[in-house]
C-alpha cells in the first residue's frame, strides 16, 4: 500500500511517548465521541504505482479522441513548443506556494514580473494582475471593476460573448446585486452599436468580445466611441493568440483586456487548469483583483521583486476586499509567459498569420458544399466561422466515425468551426469529402 | 502637538469647521500606528458622507483602514496630492487634509477638542 | 552571495528565435481581414535562441524554494508532499476538448463522478461539484447555494453571514462577494467560537455561519454540536471551510458535525501541487437539501452513459468555464486513490502528531499561547523577551529562511499577537522536524547573544528584504526599456 509518510511505525509511537500519549487515539481527544467517525471510510483499495497506472489508463482509453480536432468555442488546440512544459515541470515552480517570502521566492515572482509585462504588451494596456481562475472569472471580476470604479451597477454585455462567459457574469452579478444589460447582435454577426449608444446612460461601462464566440472581428475602435461617450469603461474579451496579427485592446481605447490565456501554450485538459488574465490602464491599476508583483530594492540596492498593492486584497482587506480570489493560477499564467517568450513577435505574428490562413481555407472549401453557406460572409474572421447546413448532427456523426471532432453544434443547429494552425489541407479535404456524403445521402432520403 | 483649532473623532480623525465646510483628515496619532502610509483610497468631489460612516481608506503595506467621517454632507474639494505623497500623511497629519466637506449635519457632542482628545490618546494606550 | 537577474526582455537579441511551427500548407489569408483590424506593428516581446531561452527560467528556478528543495511549514497551507505519479498521469487527458460529444469523453467524465462518490464519502456530503478553481472560489459557490436556499424559500431578510474573527480572510471577503453583510464575532479565550457571542448575533437576519474546523488556531472546536445546533434553530446554514480537512480525514466528517456546504482545498489535502500561488481546485460539497442549487452542468448516469445536465432550473449557474480545473482533479483523484481510505486517515493521524511532536518541542522555547492538543498545525509566538530586543515573527521569519527552512505562515490568525503557524504535514520525517526545532532554538539562542544579525537576516538569499513601502507608494508592476 502506496504511503507518503516517512516515519515507520516505531517512530511514530516514539513520537507519541515523547508528547505523552499512547495511541493516536489520544491525538483526537477533542472531538466528541458521538462525532467521530466508528467505521472505516468506504473507498476503493489502496493502490501501487503500477495499478494506479493502469486505471488511468483505463479513463484514457474510455476518451475517443485523438483524431482531427476542428472545435474552439473558448479552448483551442494549438502546438506548445516543448520547452513550455518542462520548464514548468521544475519543481522549484510547482512545488512553491505564492511567494509571501520574497527572497527565497525571486524566481517566482520574477517569472510573474514577466508574465505582467507579456500581458501588458500583448493588450498595450499598463497593468496587469498575477491571474485569475480563467476567462470566465476575469470577465466576471471586470464587472466588479466597473461597478468600484465607476460606482454604477449597470453593466452592458455583448449578446456574442461565449455563453459559457455570459453564465459566470450573471451568477456573479446576482449576487453583486449588478444588472446585466444585453446588447444584441446584428445580423453582420457583431455587437448593435446602435443599441450601446441608446443604453450606454447610466452604465459603468461595456464588456464584449473579440474575435466574439461565432468567431467574428468586431469593430472594436467603433463600439469603444459609444462606450467613452457617455463616460463608460470598455472591457474587451480577447483571444490572446490573436494579438499577433489583430489589433491590441489598447489601439482602440480599451480600459480593461481580459481573456482566457489558455491557446498560450496550455492543454486542452477537458476545460483545465487554464488561466484568466486581466489588464488594465493605470488609473484603473488599483481596482485589480488579486495578486500582483512589483519591482522594488534591497538595501544593497540589488533590484527585487516583491508582491504589492497588498493593502487591496482579502488577507487585509477582508470583507471590505473588492475581490475574494487568493489562490490563481500561477504556473498556468507563467507557461502562457514562456509561450509567448518562445514565440516572440514573429512567432505570434507567424501563428496568427497561420490561423487566418487555415481558417479561411477550411471556411472556402466547407462553402464549396452544396447546401453550406458561411453565416456572416460580410463579417472578417480569424480561425472561427459560422456555417449553416442541412444536417449538423449527422454531420458530426459521420465525422465521429473517424475519430474525427467537427465543429461544434449550437443550438439553433449552426455550426462554430474552428482551424489552426493543427490543422492541414489533407485535412481540410478529408472532411469535406465526408460532409459531401452525409448532405447527399441527406438529400437522397428526402 | 495637537492643535486645538479643530475637533476630534474617537476613530482619530480631525475635523475643521470653516462656515459650512469642514475640512477632515487622521491624527498624528492615526499615521503612527499604521506606519508607512502607501496609498490613499480619496472619495470623490461629488460624494455624499455620512457621519460616522467610511469616506476614505488608507493604506499601509499590511493594513488597510477606514477614515470616517466626523460630518454628513456632500464632498466639495479632495486633496489630490495625496494621489501621489500618500508619505505626506506621516510627515504632517495635521497640516495635509483629505476632504472638504460642504455639511448638512455635524454632532458636535461626539467629538473632542485638542485637550480632551489627548487625553483620550493616553487613556486608550 | 547577492546577485541581480536579468529580466528576459533584458536577454533579446534582434532576429534570433525558439520556435518553430508546422510547415504552412494554406495560401496566406490576411487581406481577407480589413487594414482597420490588424495589427500595425509586431508585439514588443523578447526574442532569444532555445538554449538561453531556457537557462533564464531554470535558472529562474533556483532562486524559488518549493517543497522539494525542503521544509515548508506554511501553515493553513498543508505544502505536503506532490507525489510524482500523479505528475505523470494528469497529463494524460492533455488532449481532451472539453465539449466533445459525451460520448467521446467519457473517460473525463467517469474519473469526475467516481470523484464526486469518494468526497462525499470523506466528508459525510450527499453531493459534490468540482467547478471551483480554488478555495476562496469553493467559498462564493457554497455561499451562493445558501444564498439560493434562503431566496428559493422566498426568505430574502437572512443577509447576515456570521464569521469569527479568527477566519480566513477569504471568508469575510468571499461573504462580501457572495452579497452577505459580515457579522464578525469574538472567539473565546480558549481560541474557539464564544457561544454567548454566537447566541447573541444569530437572528431572523442569520443567513449562515462560516467555520473552520480545526480552526485557524489549529483547534478542534469542542462545542461544534452547540454550534451547530444554534445557528440550525435560528434558521441558519453552517458553512464548513474546508482548509484544515487534513487533520481529520477518517476521524471525523463535515457532514457529521452538522455542516450544511463545504468546500475542500484539493491542493492542500490532496497533494496537488501549489503551483507557486495556483491552480488550486475548491470542490464544494453539500447536504440534500441544496442539491437543486448546484453549478451546472451535473454529471448524472443516462442509459449506460455519463451525461452533462444543464437542465437544473434552480442552480445558480455557473461559476467557471466548463467543469473545473480538470488537471488538478485528476492528480487529487491518483492520491486518494493511492492511498485508499486507511491511507486517508494515516495522513490526518501522521499530519496531527507531526504537529503535537513539534508544538511540544518548542515549548520554553516559544510561547504557546493556546496550549493543548493541537491538530494538523500549532501557533507560537516570540517570548516577551524576544520581543524587549526587538525581535519580532517576521525577524525569525528572515533568520529561518537562512537555516534553509521556508517560515511558518507569520501574523495570522489575526488573533494572535505575532502568530507563527507552523503546520509540518505528515509527509515530514521526524529528524526534519527535530532539525527543524533545533534552528529555532538556534534563533531563539542568538537573540540573547547577537539581535543584529537577526535583523540583518537573510544573508544566504540572493537578495535581501525589499523595499515594500516603495514598491507600495511608486508601484512598478511592468518592465519597460529605457
Known sequence: ?446 | MVPNDRKYTRDHEWVMVEGSIAKMGITAHAAEALGDIVYVELPAVGDETTAGESYCVVESVKASSSVFSAVTGTVVEVNEELDGAPEMLNEDAFGNFIAAVEFTEINEAELMDAEEYEKFCEEEA | MRSEYKLIFERSHEGRRAYDLPKCDAPDAMNEIPECFRAESELALPELGEVDLVRHFTNLSRRNFGVDNGFYPLGSCTMKYNPKINEELAPMFDDVHPLLEPEMAQGCLALMADMEHMLCEICGMDAFTLQPAAGAHGELTGLMHIRAYHEHRGDFERKVMIVPDAAHGTNPASAAMAGFKVKEIKSAPDGGVDLDALRAAVGPDTAGLMLTNPSTLGLFERNIKEIAKIVHEAGGLLYYDGANLNAIMGIVRPGDMGFDVMHINLHKTFSTPHGGGGPGSGPVGVKSHLIPFMPVPRIEQKDDMLVLNYDKPDSIGKIKSFYGNFGVIAKAYCYIRSLGGEGLKEASENAVLNANYVMNKLRGIYDIPHDRTCMHECVVTPTEEMMKNEIHTSDIAKALIDRGYHPPTIYFPLIVHEAMMIEPTETESRETLDEFVEAMRGIAEQVKTDAAAIHAAPVTTPVGRPDEVTAARKPIVKYEEE
Open chain 1, 1 to 446: 500500500m502506496k504511503s507518503y509518510v516517512p516515519n515507520t511505525e516505531k517512530e511514530r509511537l516514539e513520537m507519541l511517548a515523547e508528547i505523552g500519549m499512547s495511541s493516536m487515539d489520544d491525538l483526537f481527544t477533542d472531538i466528541p465521541a458521538d462525532l467521530k467517525l466508528d467505521r472505516k471510510l468506504d473507498l476503493p483499495d489502496p493502490m501501487s504505482e503500477s495499478e494506479l497506472r493502469d486505471l488511468i489508463r483505463g479513463f484514457v482509453y474510455l476518451n475517443e479522441e485523438g483524431g482531427p480536432l476542428f472545435r474552439g468555442a473558448g479552448a483551442y488546440r494549438h502546438y506548445t513548443p516543448s520547452v513550455v512544459p518542462q520548464l514548468a515541470m521544475r519543481s522549484e515552480f510547482y512545488t512553491a506556494y505564492t511567494p509571501y517570502q520574497a527572497e527565497m521566492s525571486q524566481g517566482m515572482l520574477q517569472s510573474l514580473f514577466e508574465y505582467q509585462t507579456v500581458i501588458c504588451r500583448l493588450t498595450g494596456l499598463d497593468a496587469a494582475n498575477a491571474s485569475v481562475y480563467d476567462g470566465a472569472t476575469a470577465a466576471a471580476e471586470s464587472m466588479l471593476m466597473l461597478r468600484d470604479n465607476k460606482r454604477k451597477k449597470k453593466i452592458l454585455y455583448a449578446e456574442s460573448l461565449n455563453p459559457d462567459v455570459i453564465t459566470v457574469m450573471h451568477t456573479y452579478a446576482h449576487c453583486a446585486g449588478l444588472e446585466l444589460f444585453k446588447i444584441p447582435m446584428t445580423d453582420k454577426g457583431t455587437a448593435d452599436i446602435a443599441a450601446i449608444e441608446a443604453n450606454m446612460e447610466g452604465a459603468a461601462g461595456y464588456i464584449g468580445a473579440t474575435p466574439n464566440y461565432f468567431g467574428n472581428i468586431e469593430p472594436m475602435d467603433k463600439i469603444a466611441e459609444a462606450v467613452h461617450a457617455k463616460g463608460g469603461l470598455l472591457v474587451a474579451y480577447v483571444n490572446p493568440i490573436t494579438l499577433g496579427v489583430l489589433k491590441r485592446p489598447a489601439d482602440y481605447g480599451a480600459d480593461i483586456a481580459i481573456g482566457d490565456g489558455q491557446p498560450l501554450g496550455l492543454p486542452l485538459a477537458f476545460g483545465g487548469p487554464y488561466v484568466g488574465f486581466m489588464a488594465a490602464t493605470k488609473k484603473l491599476m488599483r481596482n485589480l483583483p488579486g495578486r500582483i508583483a512589483g519591482e522594488t530594492r534591497d538595501a544593497e540596492g540589488n533590484r527585487v521583486f516583491v508582491l504589492t498593492l497588498q493593502a487591496r486584497e482579502q488577507h487585509i482587506r477582508r470583507e471590505m476586499a473588492a475581490s475574494n480570489i487568493c489562490s490563481n493560477q500561477m504556473l498556468c499564467a507563467i507557461m502562457a509567459s514562456m509561450y509567448c517568450c518562445v514565440m516572440g513577435p514573429k512567432g505570434m505574428r507567424e501563428v496568427g498569420e497561420q490561423n487566418v490562413a487555415k481558417a479561411h481555407l477550411l471556411a472556402k472549401k466547407l462553402c464549396e458544399i452544396e447546401g453550406v453557406k458561411l453565416r456572416f460572409p460580410e463579417t472578417p474572421f480569424f480561425n472561427e466561422f459560422v456555417i449553416d447546413v442541412p444536417c449538423a448532427d449527422d454531420i458530426n456523426k459521420a465525422l465521429m466515425n473517424y475519430s474525427i471532432t467537427g465543429g461544434l453544434v449550437l443550438p439553433d443547429g449552426g455550426m462554430l468551426w474552428c482551424a489552426t494552425e493543427m490543422n492541414s489541407v489533407d485535412e481540410f479535404d478529408f472532411v469535406c469529402d465526408i460532409i459531401q456524403d452525409t448532405v447527399d445521402s441527406m438529400g437522397g432520403e428526402e
